[in-house]
Structure formats: structure tokens, C-alpha cells
């Protein structure tokens, strides 16, 4: 079985993915000078010395539950679809490489060359997307979002074991493109990068791609490399000034490190989630993100560590100098923690408290944005401030049984019950909604039915001593009630776990536990199997790196992982919540279980594109090889042939496998003579079938017989490639040969 260490992924979303599945199988410090950094990073992931982060996590609790047998046959299935994966789109490069240099991006030249690397081969390494600087107040609107710049960049340190090797044919790539710059590119005079040299593409030139790689491949688009003593860069897109190179630090830790920038990531999940609609609409929930106190936070860096034998996991962030909205509320607030017992299947809880009059102010800040009646013009906020000690308790807890959502709660401290109905009361009257009376376990509660909620969610409330407990529905409330009367603890169990140490001074009143067994439980049992389920009555055929039905047991798993304790410090102005455990905190293990089976989807379906766009490509090249050889037999003899298989044997075309495409696992025979002579993806019409492939009807002289992912070949009497999706790719050729009649 090939190891996955000895390969590197083609992006930095393939890179997470390959190198999460390496690192736990599994010494050097960072000894390079300097890194590669964004000066406004989208999403930026640096692993800081690799050999000494994997020789760490092989004494971990994480590397001897992942040796069980039964979890690592489920490793080494997903590692070896990603081999897969990964060696199909080099071998799909290096073949139309051969034959179109022009057909490929400089971007899918690099990449190849980074899987081609290998991971066992690397030091250090920074990839992500770097944006173009954000519009300052005042300027001229951008034309497009600062995240929508293509700027993908990749920067590696190898081994010294390996820094001449992979240095040689970094340059022997660089001279090949500055001999021959891709289609669109040019070279300017001055090729100085940071006062080095290098090489810098531009949009300029007299060469084009051909109109059928449009959609297939940029073209045009800028990019650069370098090579600063032994760090590799590679950037398509862009202009150098975007990025710094920075002084590594002597003692940095072997450790994997991912920074986004929260508000651009955020409109960009927004637009692919809801599409265009949102297009141009940067600053849609500027008054969402001041109420949080987040419309000054610039990055959030998450980072993964080992500390002896456990998985360190920080998610961290810069404050302004004056924190504001529920974050500043969140920071300043002092108050006695809820009681809140939780039934059984808890995942998650955080108590902590808040600064009420803050708070107060905040949320009315964003109702006068809105233009919204106000705390105060309701006139509940002096009372709100009496009734509520400022501290809150939230939790999730497993789906009951027959259900999909997770139990949610949320419990206040209550110091005044007056004050609170007095709240309530004035609320009803602002916004009469109906509410239906109910008891549960001796304890009245009220229940509320809102519009626009998923179905069985209905929020339920109730007051018990100095504590007000918000459920999700009438069931979530009911079992916490019953869990309470039952003598649960006042808060989720987490045994002995300790609370990490850190620099900086431990937010007081803030208690996070979780429950990483039941996280995993929760993900595998309920949860990931949705998307498998969606996929196969949808038909999606772009699997996951690991289906769920070959996910180790539960048991297996869940028996090994712990109970943890998060806590939230303040360094400086570095705001930092940090676990430990197993695989980290709650979010370590979510992506540890999802990975394969559900986050490694966005994995496959990027491969899935690339593999498809160069089999588009080959299939350009080949259609036009097969009509040089028809135009060869028709010069010659005075016309065209009647077959294929007269075409191969009259000589003229002398290369049978350019009739197949790549991946038809079931070409039709090529009959001359009573015998077969060939396989052929294609089918030859002499007279010309009229098809539309896109929005151009043509007389196609050859058609791709197999559907393809998205798109079909079709040539015309002069032999340019024509490339079409929608009907023409979804339909049978029969049924094109019967629309034709």
C-alpha cells in the first residue's frame, strides 16, 4: 500500500484534507528564514515543521486509537481514494502536458508539481487565498468583492533531505515557463520579486487559448514564483505587493495553523450558500456583525498542537482597542453561572455572564438600525436589567430519539421573577404571539408557536427557583426537567478534565465543557449519514473520501475519546479559547469525525472538476487528431471515409487510442471488414448529424457516445472541437440521433 506521506495535495483545501489524513497515522525545528504571508488572507493554513508535528502526535492518545485495526482500515481506505484521486489528475496533467502545453494554467502546472513533492518531503508550508485590499471608506466602490481576486497561492520548505531535489525541478518548471508562458501571459522587463529573481506572468501576448477550452482552463490570468533560498512560492493571480515575506520565528512550534478573515469568508459562505443574491451586498449584515462586536476582528486563527499526549486546539483573534457589542458585554460581564442539568446525550455547554446594561445598550443600537422599536421604547429595559443576573448557561444535547435536531437550551439567571414577568408581559403586548400553556413534571411552562421555524420546533420556557430554562420544544424542556427531578449534576460532568494552561489571565465566569464521545456519537449515528442518504436519492455520484458505511463502529471509537474543559484567556489583546483532548476540543473532533465521510465531499467534488476539465481538454486534442487523419484520407483518395475502421485501416490514422476518451470503461468496437480492429468513444457521422451542443447549431462529424460528468465532445467538418452540457451531455446519443431525424 503507497503512503500518503510520500505525496502532497493540488490546493490548500486538498492539502487540509491529505494532510489531516497523514498526520494522524503517523523532527526537525522550522529552520528557514522567512514565510510567505498575505497582507489580507481569505483563508491562509500554515503547518510549521511537519516531521516534528507528526513524530509528536505518534505518542499521542489520538495515534494509538487510530492504530486500532478497525479505525485504521477506515484510514487507509480514505487515504488510498485520495491517492487515487490525486495520481488520476497528475497522470490527466502530465498527459495533456505532452501534447498542449498552451491547454494548462500555470496554477494546475504548480499544483502537480506539489502533489508530485510529497509530503514526507516537506518542511514548513503556507497555502490559502489572499484578497485584494478591502475598499477604504470613501473610495470608489470595488468592482468585485476583495475574496472573488484570484489570488491562490502555495509555499513550501522541504527536508533539507530533499531541498535539492525539489529545488531543481521548481526551476527546471520556472525556465520552461519563461521560455513558454501559458496562452494570454507575458513577461515584463523586470522580473525582480522582493528584490530577487523570479518569474512574473501578465495578461498580455499575442497567443489565445482556442475558443473550446473556454470554461476549461483561465486564460490571461497573472501570476508569479520565487524561489527565496530553499522557500518555494507559487501565486496564481495577483500582483506580489499583496503578500510580505516574514521573518519565521526561531521557536516556533511544530503545529498546523488555519487564519480566516471572519466577515469577507462570511459573505463569501453567504454567496455560495444563497447564490448571487447577495452579490454586492458586502456590507448585508454590517449592523449583525457590530452587534456581535465582531465588525473590527480582521482574523480567527484556529490552531492544533501537541502537549504530551494530548491534541492542543486555540481558536484565537486580535480585539480593537475597545471591544464593543455582545463581545464587549461578554468580556466585562460578571455574574453567578445558571444552574442547567442537562438529560443524557449532552455535547456542549457554555455558562458564562453578561454585562446587562451593555448589552442592553447594543441590541438597541441595532434596533434603531433597523428601525425597529427599541428596549427602551418597549419599555422593558430598565426592568430587564433587574430581572436578569447576567448569567447564561447554553447547551446542545443529542436529537431525541426520532428526530434530527439537536436538543438546544439555553438557561438564565433569574433575580428578580417580578421584574421577568413584567418583561414578558410587555413583550406579548409588542408582539402577540400565541402561547399555549403547559405542565411538565409539576413545573408550569409556556410554550410558543412562531412562524418560519423548521417543523417540531416550538420554543418552550419555564421558571424553576432563580433559573429561567428555554428549550427548543416541549420535549427538549421536559427532559431537562426530568433530568433535573432526577438529580442530574448542575452542570455537564466532565469528570476530572482539567482546565488547559496558557499565557494570560483566565476569563473569570466562563466554564466551557463538552463531551467528545458524544460529539462523535452524535455526528455518526445521526447526522452524517443525511448527506450519503441525500446523495444516492439525488444521484450524486461524487463520493467522499470514506463512505459512512465503513466508518468504524461507535463503540470503537466513542470508548476512547474524553471529556474536556475549555477556557477562555486574554494575552495582550489576543483573545484565546483553548482545549485539550483526544483530537483537540469540540471543533477538533466534529472535523476528525466528519472528515471523511462528510467535509471530504468538497475534496472529491474539486478533484472530481479538475479531472473532468482535463478530460475535456485531452478529448479537444483527440477529436482534432482523428479529423487531421479524415482531412489526410479525404486529400488523398477524394473523399471522406465511410467508417472508423476504414480510416484506421487505409493508415491515415495510426494512433487507435485517440478514439477513446479517458475513463470510458466501455468503448464501442470499430468494425472493418467483418472484424474488429479498434475501440472508439466516438461515433463517426460521414454526412454530418445536426446537433446543438451550447447555443450554436453544427453538422458534428464526431460525438462522444459516453455522458461524461457535464459535458459532451462534438466536432464539426473542420474539425474544432465543440463542447456542450445541459441536454446535449445529459441525453443518450440515441436520443440525439432521434431528435436529429
Known amino acids: 500500500m503507497r503512503d500518503l506521506r510520500s505525496r502532497s495535495p493540488i490546493s490548500w483545501a486538498a492539502f487540509a484534507a491529505g494532510l489531516a489524513s497523514c498526520v494522524l497515522q503517523a523532527h526537525g525545528r522550522a529552520q528557514g528564514r522567512v514565510e510567505l504571508t498575505p497582507k489580507y488572507p481569505l483563508a491562509h493554513v500554515a503547518v ?3 516531521p516534528g508535528l507528526r513524530a509528536a502526535f505518534a505518542q499521542t492518545a489520538a495515534a494509538r486509537l487510530l492504530a486500532e485495526p478497525e479505525v485504521a482500515d477506515a484510514v487507509d481506505l480514505a487515504r488510498d481514494n485520495l491517492l487515487a484521486l490525486g495520481d488520476r489528475w497528475v497522470a490527466l496533467v502530465d498527459r495533456l502536458r505532452a501534447v498542449d502545453p498552451g491547454a494548462l494554467s500555470f496554477a494546475e502546472l504548480g499544483q502537480a508539481e506539489a502533489w508530485r513533492a510529497g509530503v514526507a518531503s516537506l518542511l514548513d508550508l503556507q497555502i490559502g487565498h489572499a484578497m485584494e485590499p478591502p475598499a477604504v471608506e470613501g473610495a470608489a466602490q470595488q468592482e468585485y468583492p476583495p475574496w472573488m481576486q484570484n489570488h491562490d497561492y502555495l509555499a513550501l520548505r522541504p527536508t533539507p533531505e530533499a531541498e535539492a531535489q525539489l529545488a531543481t525541478r521548481f526551476d527546471a518548471l520556472l525556465e520552461e515557463l519563461r521560455k513558454s508562458p501559458p496562452p494570454g501571459l507575458e513577461l515584463p522587463a523586470d522580473q525582480k520579486l522582493f528584490g530577487k529573481p523570479g518569474l512574473h506572468m501578465v495578461p498580455g501576448g499575442s497567443k489565445s487559448r482556442p475558443d473550446y477550452y473556454q470554461y476549461l482552463v483561465p486564460d490571461g490570468l497573472a501570476a508569479w514564483a520565487l524561489r527565496d533560498d530553499d522557500l518555494l512560492i507559487g501565486v496564481s493571480g495577483g500582483k506580489p505587493d499583496i503578500m510580505e515575506l516574514r521573518p519565521v520565528a526561531p521557536d516556533s512550534p511544530p503545529s498546523i495553523q488555519v487564519t480566516m478573515e471572519p466577515k469577507q469568508f462570511g459573505q463569501m459562505a453567504l454567496m455560495m450558500a444563497c447564490g448571487f443574491f447577495f452579490y454586492g451586498a458586502e456590507d448585508y449584515f454590517g449592523a449583525e456583525w457590530k452587534l456581535l462586536g465582531l465588525d473590527n476582528i480582521t482574523a480567527v486563527t484556529w490552531r492544533l498542537a501537541v502537549v504530551d499526549d494530548r491534541l492542543q486546539e486555540d481558536v484565537s483573534c486580535v480585539l480593537p482597542e475597545q471591544a464593543t457589542g455582545i463581545l464587549g458585554s461578554f468580556l466585562q460581564g460578571m455574574a453567578p453561572m445558571p444552574d442547567q442539568p442537562l438529560p443524557e446525550g449532552a455535547m456542549l455547554q457554555v455558562r458564562c455572564g453578561f454585562d446587562v446594561q451593555m448589552l442592553c445598550k447594543a441590541i438597541d443600537e441595532y434596533l434603531l438600525t433597523k428601525e425597529q422599536p427599541t428596549l427602551g421604547d418597549l419599555g422593558v429595559r430598565d426592568d ?15 436529537p431525541a430519539p426520532g ?3 439537536p436538543r438546544v437550551y439555553a438557561s438564565f439567571g433569574v433575580a428578580d421573577a417580578a421584574a421577568l414577568q413584567r418583561v414578558l408581559g410587555k413583550l406579548w403586548e409588542a408582539w402577540p404571539i400565541e402561547r399555549k400553556p403547559r405542565r411538565y413534571e409539576d413545573t408550569d411552562c409556556t ?3 412562531l412562524d418560519g421555524l423548521p417543523p417540531g420546533v416550538k420554543p418552550t420556557f419555564a421558571l424553576v427557583e432563580d433559573t429561567l430554562h428555554i428549550a427548543d420544544s416541549a420535549t427538549s424542556l421536559r427532559a431537562l426537567l426530568r433530568a433535573r427531578a432526577a438529580g442530574a449534576p448542575r452542570a455537564l460532568d466532565v469528570g476530572k478534565a482539567p482546565r488547559p494552561k496558557g499565557p494570560g489571565r483566565a476569563i473569570p465566569g466562563v466554564d466551557i465543557r463538552y463531551d467528545a464521545a458524544a460529539i462523535h456519537t452524535v455526528l455518526q449515528q445521526d447526522w452524517l449519514p443525511l448527506p450519503h442518504r441525500a446523495s444516492m436519492m439525488g444521484g450524486e455520484d461524487i463520493a467522499p473520501l470514506l463512505p459512512v458505511q465503513e466508518m468504524p463502529r ?3 471509537v466513542a470508548e476512547r475519546l474524553d471529556t474536556g474543559r475549555g477556557v477562555l484567556r486574554l494575552d495582550g489583546r489576543r ?12 471543533t477538533g473532533q466534529a472535523i476528525t469525525t466528519a472528515l471523511g465521510p462528510l467535509l471530504s465531499r468538497r475534496l472529491t467534488q474539486r478533484f472530481h472538476y479538475g479531472i473532468e476539465s482535463l478530460r475535456a481538454r485531452l478529448a479537444c486534442t483527440q477529436v482534432i487528431a482523428v479529423h487531421k487523419a479524415i482531412a489526410a484520407y479525404e486529400k488523398r483518395v477524394g473523399y471522406r471515409p465511410e467508417t472508423l475502421g476504414e480510416l484506421l485501416a487505409a493508415g491515415d490514422l495510426t494512433d487507435a487510442s485517440l478514439l477513446v476518451l479517458e475513463g470510458d470503461e466501455r468503448p464501442e468496437p470499430v468494425m472493418h471488414d467483418g472484424k474488429q480492429v479498434a475501440e472508439s468513444s466516438f461515433r463517426y457521422y460521414r454526412a454530418g448529424l445536426t446537433v446543438t451542443p451550447y447555443d450554436t447549431e453544427i ?3 464526431l460525438i462522444s457516445v459516453p455522458k461524461m460528468a457535464w459535458w459532451r465532445i462534438a466536432s464539426d467538418a473542420t474539425g474544432t472541437p465543440h463542447l456542450g452540457w445541459g441536454e446535449f451531455a445529459s441525453k443518450s446519443l440515441r436520443e440525439l440521433e ?4
Open 48 to 50: 510549521h515543521d511537519l
Open 384 to 398: 430587564l436589567r433587574l430581572a436578569w443576573t447576567g448569567g447564561i448557561a447554553l447547551a446542545l444535547v443529542r
Open 403 to 405: 428526530s434530527l435536531m
Open 447 to 449: 410554550q410558543l408557536d
Open 554 to 556: 461507535v463503540a470503537t
Open 575 to 586: 483573545l484565546v479559547f483553548r482545549c485539550e483532548g483526544v483530537f483537540g476540543g469540540p
Open 699 to 701: 453538422k458534428a462529424q
Open 738 to 741: 432521434k431528435d436529429a431525424k
